[in-house]
């Protein structure tokens, strides 16, 4: 019987799995007297990141690690902010550091996340970081596209040669997406916003990951059949519901894999902080 029905990447329940082993980790370090810390600091009061920080202290708290939420309002100066991240680098207690972006327009937001130490980069976003998954060196890898490398483990998908369309190239999704993927000798395209044909990059394509913030920005007439695909976006149909870049309903008639949203790249992204943020704390315990 031939398949027309692309079979679901369930985001949740494949955190639910990474996340356990994560508080087995955390249990297993809290026995040698060493509990996995992350602070997340939030500066100024936008509904979206309130609830993004509420999100990440609860599931470190779920997993057995120790979170501290640092709120400041609008007017916290620069400097402030930098002195904060200065004390969290040289608190011991404290392994993983987080500043919840967009920051105020008056804060450099490259200036704040270039003084976390490159150690307590749980984000992935410090220039340290970014340059090592260019080299292929340790270090922490931004967590959505982390995420998206996860669920494409979880299927045993072997991107060895593999053509992989990435849309989209941000320093936080698209372009860390196409280094991972290289990194698995994927054959890598990156698409943007000046790309000429992008449904001639995609039909070619055996991996898609969508990171545009476009709702319907992949359609079923762009996906060859089988493919696999991974919606990153995260926009607001007509009825206010949370949706992707990706016609789901369509393109799952043609994919071989597909994840939804809400539930595929989403939950990811939070339980892959807390991978990054064990792992931090992993690295001090056995320095
Ligand atoms: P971004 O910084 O706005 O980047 C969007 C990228 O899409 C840019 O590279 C842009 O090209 C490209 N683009 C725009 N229109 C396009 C088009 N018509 N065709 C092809 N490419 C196009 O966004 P981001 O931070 O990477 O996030 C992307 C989406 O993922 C958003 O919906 C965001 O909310 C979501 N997201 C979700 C999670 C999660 O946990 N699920 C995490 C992070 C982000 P140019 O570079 O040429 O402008």
Known sequence: MTQ????????NALSKQLRAEVAQRAAALKARGITPGLAVILVGDNPASQVYVRNKVKACEDSGLHSVLEKYDAGMT???LLARIDALNNDPGIHGILVQLPLPAHIDAHKVIEAISPAKDVDGFHVASAGALMVGQPGFWPCTPYGCMKMLESIHYDLKGKHAVVIGRSNIVGKPMALML?????????????????????????????????RNVLTADMVKPGAVVIDVGMNRNDEGKLCGDVDFEGVKQVAGWITPVPGGVGPMTITMLLVNTMEAAERVAAA
């Open 78 to 80: 620069e400097t402030q």
């Open 182 to 214: 290289l990194g698995q000798n994927a054959t890598v395209t990156v698409c943007h916003s000046a790309t000429k044909d992008l449904k001639a990059m995609t039909l070619q394509a055996d991996v898609i990951v969508a990171a545009v913030g476009k």
């Open 4 to 11: 027309t029905t692309g079979r679901l990447i369930d985001g």
